[in-house]
């Protein structure tokens, strides 16, 4: 089982950035797939949460309008397409995938927001 992040790194606030997460070794499309984050001293949050690719989506409220949650059950690729970044964005992000009890992490991405 491997899930691998990428796309993280330094922006300015208002800007964008795009996170991957590429998923292998299970069946991706039964998983549920959460995004986390995890600042500096800070415990790590969930950011945004999807089942189906055109389901339910999940955010918290402090990106909610700025971050969409999107995956593609072929490629089995998770994304995070994050707008209007702010400062308070910065953090290791990660994917997370769950089905039941199972559950995988991968390693994270850093994103930093700062001018």
């Known amino acids: 089982v491997q899930l691998v992040e990428s796309g993280g790194g330094l922006v300015q606030p208002g800007g964008s950035l795009r996170l991957s997460c590429a998923a292998s070794g299970f069946t991706f499309s039964r998983f549920e797939m959460r995004w986390y984050r995890q600042a500096p001293g800070k415990e790590r949050e969930l950011v945004a949460g999807?089942?189906?690719?055109?389901?339910?989506?999940d955010y918290a409220e402090s990106v909610k309008g700025r971050f969409t949650i999107s995956r593609d059950n072929v490629k089995n690729m998770l994304f995070l397409q994050m707008d209007s970044l702010k400062t308070e964005d910065t953090a290791m992000y990660y994917c997370?995938?769950?089905?039941?009890?199972?559950?995988?992490w991968g390693q994270g991405t850093q994103v930093t927001v700062s001018s």
């Open positions: 999807m089942l189906l690719p055109r389901g339910r989506r």
């Open positions: 997370k995938a769950i089905y039941g009890s199972l559950h995988y």
